[in-house]
């Protein structure tokens, strides 16, 4: 159903781009010069809107992509134990009436090392994943400030604001918004280091 619901939508969006085909172009030039920054206005101080920054973010991307699988590999993994630990408590509850005193007491002892086992394992999951995310943040988090530390010197701003409406501002002049350079510098550098990284491995192997 996703997937017919994704795909819906990108045919009504493409029908839609063809049926205003001829007034995006007569309005293209217009919007153009509309969100340009302009030379009469002050410049030293700009934005970056920053859900547009991350979500556009190629880094973030791949770094939510492999939580995910990651994250769906663990929960798998879990539930496929504790399917088994329930199985064989089940099973254990059947064969108790043929048993001993002393082997039931034994069953109920590994029994019970065995759930405490797989909350310990959870748990353990559990706490890699957070550590996976926090470093992914971290990462991110130092490349855009780097970045943007770079941008600014190099364009001469004096502050870079990070903008989202009703948060930090109600209202900003968009031509001052510079995230579209920012986010294409970004991901034009993270670009740049996946393929020296692949051109790295490639040359080891050979």
Not at 85 to 90: A, I, P
Not at 123 to 150: A, P, T, V, Y
Not at 178 to 192: F, R
């Amino acid at each position: 159903m996703k997937k017919i619901t994704i795909l819906f939508s990108f045919l009504s969006l493409s029908l839609l781009v063809a049926c205003n085909s001829d007034k995006s172009k007569d309005n293209k030039t217009t919007k153009t010069e509309t969100t340009k920054p302009s030379d009469n206005i002050d410049k030293s101080v700009v934005y970056v809107n920053t859900d547009t920054l991350i979500s556009g973010y190629e880094l973030y991307k791949k770094a939510s992509k492999d939580i995910q699988v990651k994250g769906n590999d663990f929960s798998s993994d879990i539930e496929r134990q504790k399917t088994a630990f329930r199985d064989k408590v089940l099973k254990a509850e059947q064969n108790a009436r043929a048993m001993t005193m002393g082997e039931i007491e034994a069953m109920k002892k590994s029994l019970a090392e065995e759930e405490q086992r797989i909350m310990q394992y959870e748990s353990s999951l559990s706490q890699n994943l957070g550590n996976m995310q926090k470093e992914s943040i971290d990462k991110i988090n130092k490349n855009i400030d780097d970045f943007i530390k770079r941008y600014a010197e190099k364009n001469g701003y004096k502050m870079v604001l990070s903008y989202k409406q009703g948060v930090t501002a109600w209202y900003a002049d968009n031509r001052l918004d510079v995230t579209t350079e920012v986010l294409k510098g970004l991901n034009e550098e993270y670009n740049a280091q996946g393929k020296e990284t692949k051109t790295t491995t490639d040359s080891t192997k050979k």
